[in-house]
């Protein structure tokens, strides 16, 4: 989903102007420096956790070390790992409009780019006013989501949807998962994922909006 060669240069250079060695940020990393060496030539694919963990070592944010211009990565929901869900979504949710920009459906759900569902019937709905996460495994035996009236609507067990926000802390929207079967997705590697692409998703409407490049979809605003 990201261009490699891209952020291995970025990595480089970060580590070059922070004048560290090699050595050093391979045993921040855990890493032997042959190992390190070959995510600086390209050599190796950067998982989103990993690429995070060396913004850290090299104390830079993350953005620094991705070409955000790539539409792409808002559009290719399919490659985000989303723990067997069947159906995914980036949504732009306001005070009275719940918008899919991007879907990933392999369950004929019927929400494609552009469609829209009535807001108060989602819990993205909810998300928007308290802007946090919400993760469900199995609805049938959560205490506060069993008797909701949204899982029984839309017809699913388990659920993940995570808060995107502007790089100026505003809320746009969410970032969310559903399946119709009970899903073990409350652990904290899925939701550091979750996150760690709202994030990513953040960077590039703000590239979007600078009028860094153009977007081949348009934003509301």
Same mark, same amino acid.
């Given at each position: 989903?990201?261009?490699?060669?891209?952020? @291995?240069?970025?990595?480089?250079?970060?580590?070059?102007?922070?004048?560290?060695?090699?050595?050093?940020?391979?045993?921040?990393?855990?890493?032997?420096?042959? @190992?390190?060496?070959?995510?600086?030539?390209?050599?190796?694919?950067?998982?989103?956790?990993?690429?995070?963990?060396?913004?850290?070592?090299?104390?830079?944010?993350?953005?620094?070390?991705?070409?955000?211009?790539?539409? *792409?990565?808002?559009?290719? $929901?399919?490659?985000?790992?989303?723990?067997?869900?069947?159906?995914?979504?980036?949504?732009?949710?306001?005070?009275?409009?719940?918008?899919?920009?991007?879907?990933?459906?392999?369950?004929?759900?019927?929400?494609?780019?552009? *469609?829209?569902?009535?807001?108060?019937?989602?819990?993205?709905?909810?998300?928007?006013?308290?802007?946090?996460?919400?993760?469900?495994?199995?609805?049938?035996?959560?205490?506060?989501?069993?008797?909701?009236?949204?899982?029984?609507?839309?017809?699913?067990?388990?659920?993940?949807?995570?808060? $995107?926000?502007?790089?100026?802390? *505003?809320?746009?929207?969410?970032?969310? @998962?559903?399946?119709?079967?009970?899903?073990?997705?409350?652990?904290?590697?899925?939701?550091?994922?979750?996150?760690?692409?709202?994030?990513?998703?953040?960077?590039?409407?703000?590239?979007?909006?600078?009028?860094?490049?153009?977007?081949?979809?348009?934003?509301?605003?």
């Amino acid at each position: 989903m990201y261009n490699n060669a891209t952020i @291995a240069v970025n990595i480089k250079n970060a580590r070059l102007e922070k004048n560290y060695s090699q050595e050093y940020v391979a045993g921040k990393l855990k890493l032997s420096q042959n @190992a390190y060496s070959k995510i600086e030539l390209g050599h190796t694919k950067i998982t989103v956790e990993r690429l995070s963990v060396i913004a850290d070592v090299l104390e830079i944010g993350l953005a620094r070390l991705i070409d955000v211009n790539i539409w *792409s990565d808002i559009n290719a $929901i399919n490659e985000i790992p989303i723990t067997g869900m069947s159906f995914a979504a980036i949504a732009r949710v306001t005070k009275d409009r719940w918008i899919a920009y991007s879907v990933l459906d392999e369950i004929n759900f019927g929400i494609l780019p552009g *469609s829209e569902l009535k807001l108060e019937t989602t819990i993205c709905y909810e998300i928007m006013h308290h802007q946090k996460a919400v993760v469900i495994d199995e609805v049938a035996t959560d205490e506060v989501y069993a008797h909701h009236p949204t899982p029984a609507m839309y017809g699913f067990q388990s659920y993940i949807s995570m808060p $995107i926000f502007r790089q100026n802390g *505003s809320f746009f929207g969410t970032l969310c @998962a559903i399946d119709p079967r009970p899903a073990k997705i409350n652990t904290p590697a899925t939701i550091m994922t979750f996150k760690l692409f709202a994030e990513l998703i953040s960077f590039h409407l703000s590239a979007i909006e600078k009028g860094d490049f153009k977007p081949t979809a348009t934003l509301s605003s």
